[in-house]
């Protein structure tokens, strides 16, 4: 479970031209579920995703971990909750690494390498042996069907293509939470109909997934469990769609 | 540690992969770098060759050569001096020498040298491999040279001196101690100069002085004064070579620093997305590491390599003439494979450390960057 608590996040602070992106959020993630953030572009959603990934600290208010194995090296208390918004940056960076896979808006593929090497790319500096995650990339790529592309440069790919890599490199860490900010937005409907698949496949894999998205083939599909809608920074709205 | 050294493979396994993806760039960096340290390493390769031949050589000279000096220039030296000198105590041999240059028509200037051998036969000579080769001579054949007074004095070649000591005998003739005076109408009762050879090496500045105090108009010269000149001429003709080298070695630095240090857009953008999917700063700075360690090490390898070809398999035809003498007739001869490693240690530390350092230090700022900034691109 991921608890957010009072969670504000202000860019330019004490400067004329400051912003608060995030202000005052609280939210609770259950564990194996699909969440979506649902809101329009400056609604703060990429601001609260890049906090709950460790990627960026909150101006104030705290983020916890709780009962998510990967994460438990760091907690303190011995409890089974990390807090992560006072860690060192190492250890968020050890976290951000092991307990979360990224989709991003952009795919964030790298040029000029193979498939194959992009969806390893996050498993290079874990320490593991080439072989094994090379082993478990392959697997990966059988599963998104782009297993004939494996050598191929990403460049020359198409863009469900580049989706399907994105998100094999997203769980090559074997992650228990993915995050996918505005995942469908350069996909046509039948491909993000097709990632909603995916989603769904991830769902029953037990892992949690938070997405931030204002497509409604995103936001309306039957498999998300919870919607929160946000507007100006705050939650307008939140439930179970169980 | 496995995980540590596994760390270390990876990321080194993806630095190849990164590199190749800029061929072109790296390519003609690795290509300059390596002329480069090619260039360094045969210089100092072959200076150090030389300078240790230099010194091999000198093992067999005497431990001192008195000269004669007359209104500043040498001149000969009466034998009676030889008589006085070897009267000091601890002298154990005075060897007069005769020695000149002469000036062949074809436009080379040999070195002729009396032979200490007194069965020495009259009109025959032993010559350098390098007259031989230029003259295109062999054992046997006449070797015409013409005296003072223009009379022909022909000379049959009895031998050709050994390859090995071409570096000091390549354009030396050694003729009889008759045919040099009669060639060079060389006065009786007169030598070049003194040949001196002392019991204990530690006394030979005292047996100088007393040389000096003995005839205040000689000059004495020890071995080691010999080799401190010879390798200060080497040395010296070394930074010239150095100096020449200058442009170049500049040329290359602001080359190889605007190549390291400039961090493309997409350079950024790809370290953005590397943090963003769980990379620490010291991986990329492990990474932007090793692309400096794979590009700088290979460059000193070859070109090491490379040079260690060119000066000991090829003669390092590239500064033979600059370096080697002074004579038309270059000596033709192998050098003594010999590695300074001091001076390769500073060639490294000159040459592969500051790139490496330029190429990480600008990735510094990008790789300390927030992940998030790669969400937002």
């Known amino acids: ?242 | 540690m496995k995980t540590v050294v596994e760390r270390h493979l990876n990321i080194l396994d993806f630095t190849l992969a990164s590199l190749l993806r800029r061929k072109g760039k790296n390519l003609s960096l690795l290509t300059i770098y390596l002329l480069v340290i090619f260039m360094l390493a045969s210089l100092v390769f072959f200076v150090t060759a030389l300078k240790r031949e230099a010194s091999l050589i000198l093992e067999d000279a005497p431990d001192m050569v008195v000269q004669r000096l007359m209104a500043g220039r040498q001149d000969l030296v009466p034998s009676l001096y030889a008589d006085s000198i070897a009267s000091i105590r601890g002298v154990s041999e005075v060897r007069p020498r005769l020695w000149g240059y002469y000036f062949d028509v074809n436009g080379a200037n040999y070195t002729i040298m009396a032979n200490d051998d007194p069965s020495a036969e009259p009109e025959s000579a032993m010559i350098g491999s390098a007259i031989a080769r230029s003259r295109n001579m062999v054992v046997g054949d006449l070797m015409p040279l013409v005296s003072y007074d223009k009379v022909p004095l022909l000379l049959q070649i009895k031998s050709i001196l050994p390859g090995g000591s071409d570096l000091m005998a390549a354009d030396l003739i050694l003729i009889s101690s008759n045919d040099f005076r009669r060639l060079f109408h060389f006065p009786a009762e007169q030598a070049t100069d003194l040949a001196v050879t002392v019991r204990n090496p530690k006394e030979l500045a005292t047996v100088a002085s007393k040389i000096v105090q003995m005839f205040p108009d000689s000059r004495p010269i020890l071995k080691s004064e010999i080799l401190r000149t010879y390798q200060a001429i080497f040395d010296w003709r070394g930074g010239m070579t150095v100096v020449l080298l200058a442009s170049a070695l500049i040329s290359f630095i602001i080359f190889a620093w605007d190549k390291a240090t400039g961090l493309s857009a997409e350079e950024r953008k790809e370290i953005g997305i590397l943090k963003s999917i769980g990379w620490s700063t010291s991986d990329v700075l492990l990474l932007k590491f090793w692309e400096g360690v794979v590009i700088s090490l290979t460059a000193f390898l070859l070109g090491v390599v490379l040079a260690y070809g060119h000066v000991f398999f090829l003669s390092a035809p590239l500064f033979a003439q600059a370096l080697k003498g002074w004579s038309v007739i270059y000596p033709a001869f192998r050098l003594s494979p010999v590695l300074d490693g001091y001076q390769l240690a500073v060639l490294f530390f000159l040459t592969v450390v500051p790139y490496t350092t330029a190429t990480i230090f600008p990735c510094w700022r990008a790789a300390t960057t927030d992940p998030d900034a790669a969400m937002r691109s």
């Open chain 1, 1 to 242: 479970m991921i608890e957010l608590s009072s969670i504000t996040k202000s860019f330019n602070s004490g400067k004329p031209n400051q912003f608060t992106a995030v202000n005052n959020v609280s939210l609770i993630i259950e564990p194996q579920q699909v969440t979506v953030l649902k809101g329009p572009s400056g609604s703060g959603k990429t601001s609260l995703l890049t906090m709950v990934g460790c990627m960026a600290r909150p101006t104030s208010g705290r983020i916890f971990l709780r009962g998510i194995e990967a994460a438990l090296p760091y907690r303190h208390d011995g409890a089974e909750t990390v807090e992560i918004t006072s860690l060192p940056e190492r250890f968020m960076n050890d976290i951000r690494r092991v307990t979360f896979g990224f989709i991003f808006q952009q795919f964030n593929l790298i040029k000029g390498i193979s498939v194959l090497e992009n969806v390893m790319l996050p498993a290079y500096p874990t320490g593991e042996s080439r072989s094994s995650f090379q082993t478990r990339a392959g697997e990966l790529l059988e599963l998104f069907d782009i297993t004939r592309h494996a050598g191929q440069r990403v460049e020359l790919l198409s863009g469900g293509e580049l989706q399907r890599v994105a998100i094999a490199r997203a769980l090559i860490n074997n992650p228990a939470i993915i995050i996918a900010d505005e995942p469908t937005a350069h996909l046509d409907s039948k491909l993000s109909y097709d990632f909603m698949e995916i989603v769904g496949m991830l769902k029953n894999a037990g892992k949690t997934v938070i997405i931030a998205s204002h497509d409604p083939i995103v936001y309306a599909a039957t498999l998300v469990d919870m919607l929160v809608e946000m507007r100006d920074g705050a939650i307008v709205s939140s439930g179970s769609r169980l």
